[in-house]
């Protein structure tokens, strides 16, 4: 039988970028599944076909904050909690999915009052999200604060599902006698959909060349995500000039939001206007096609808790991707991943130019990373778990929900180091 599921999204769902990719992908592969499947979140973003979204009423002001943390997420989160549980009345769904902390404690609320169990999607420290977009200060009183709640929060739900290996290992050493609660469940990739650039391809490249001005012969560097400094935005920006005096026929595209004009400005201060050109936001439909304009792939994340998605989309299209060298790098492209040091702009401007000198590198490189992407982080595998993780929280006795659960991390250090 089918489970009913309410998913709980605090957030612009959906918004072409990061933790809104995962929330649509275990949508649809649920869906498939015969899952039935509701999500609930914030009043704006972009509603898709095929998917039941149930959206806030909207605030009495207008405000235009930005993606990621803001003063007026509280406002739009006690609306969320209003209308999950008003949902979760109507459709007496037999779990809640809650995204991300804000979800976890409007989901735990709802359940209280439902006893509907549920499951915790993490994908990232709530309070490192805080500190990389300057919320909060670290050191001071505030992050004390904030990390006090996430503890407190990390401990509510009948299971945890992480993003990566490597955020569950971070979680369960903070967790204690609770740590088998926490499956890993890794970000996955639809390889049908993002596939390799052929042949066939070549008109539909050379017209989207055209369409942004980027010359034809030129080698393209592609980033798609948010425009960020924790991204590694500026890292790209300021390590072109070195790559362009060595490989004057490269061309930088940079896919995403926000933050345009100010990295366009910071592009032309650089002197390298007229080897990048910026996008903005890309509907998710598009992306697989635009980094078919790819040779070289660019994920350089500073940060050490949270997921970083875009580099299966990469491997999955056989992009050979150069990122700054962190766990959940290394979780996904292993041996076949090109790193830089961790917040170095000249080790990423030397591993950029090292890949665009060798087309056989980038050949090998970018087969074995689509060949990796197939094999490890597909979307059936993703389903599965989700659903042996419901079972498991489903099960009445809290030893044997705990031994299931537990059956769930065998193996995840093993597959973790492949």
């Known amino acids: 039988m089918p489970y009913n599921i309410l998913m709980i999204a605090p957030t612009s769902f959906f918004g072409d970028y990061g933790c809104h990719v995962r929330i649509l992908e275990e949508a649809r592969v649920l869906k498939k599944r015969g899952q039935r ?3 609930v979140t914030y009043y704006k973003g972009r509603d898709l076909p095929g998917l039941n979204i149930v959206r806030t009423r909207p605030t009495p002001w207008h405000a235009d904050y930005e993606v990621g943390s803001s003063r007026h997420k509280l406002a739009f989160d006690v609306l969320l909690v209003w209308t999950a549980l008003k949902t979760a009345r109507r459709l007496k769904p037999d779990l809640i999915h809650a995204h991300l902390h804000e979800g976890a404690l409007i989901g735990r609320l709802v359940s209280a009052m439902t006893g509907t169990p549920l499951v915790f999607d993490y994908q990232g420290s709530l309070t490192a999200e805080m500190l990389d977009h300057h919320f909060v200060r670290a050191g001071g009183k505030r992050e004390w604060f904030w990390r006090t709640i996430e503890r407190t929060i990390d401990r509510l739900p009948r299971a945890i599902l992480t993003s990566s290996r490597h955020s569950a290992d971070l979680l369960r050493a903070g967790l204690g006698a609770q740590a088998d609660r926490v499956v890993a469940l890794p970000d996955s990739v639809d390889v049908d959909f993002f596939r390799p650039r052929t042949s066939a391809d070549q008109a539909e490249v050379a017209a ?5 001005g980027i010359p034809p012969d030129r ?7 948010l425009l960020a400094d924790y991204q590694g935005t500026g890292h790209i920006l300021e390590a072109a ?3 362009i005096a060595a490989q004057p026929n490269v061309h930088l595209l ?3 939001y926000p933050g345009v004009d100010e990295y366009s400005a910071r592009a032309a201060q650089l002197g390298i206007d007229d080897h990048v050109t910026f996008t903005g936001r890309v509907p998710y439909e598009d992306a697989a096609r635009y980094l078919r304009l790819g040779d070289v792939a660019l994920a350089p994340k500073l940060s050490l808790t949270e997921g970083a998605g875009k580099i299966l989309n990469y491997m999955a299209c056989g992009l050979p991707t150069v990122a700054f060298d962190t766990p959940q790098a290394r979780e996904y492209m292993a041996q076949s991943g090109t790193y830089a040091e961790r917040g170095s702009t000249a080790s990423l401007a030397e591993r950029m130019i090292g890949l665009l000198a ?6 090998v490189l970018g087969a074995a990373l689509r060949a990796r992407a197939s094999q490890r982080f597909g979307l059936d595998e993703s389903a599965s778990r989700i659903l042996a993780v419901y079972d ?6 809290s030893e044997a929900r705990r031994a299931a659960l537990s059956q769930l991390q065998d193996g995840d250090h093993a597959r973790k180091t492949q």
Do not use: E, N
């Open 37 to 39: 499947v509701t999500i």
């Open 208 to 212: 989207l060349k055209a369409q942004w």
């Open 219 to 225: 080698l393209v560097l592609v980033y798609l995500g």
């Open 241 to 243: 000039p070195r790559v």
């Open 254 to 256: 940079m896919m995403g």
């Open 358 to 363: 060798d087309a056989d590198r980038r050949q």
């Open 392 to 397: 498991a929280v489903r099960t009445p006795a």
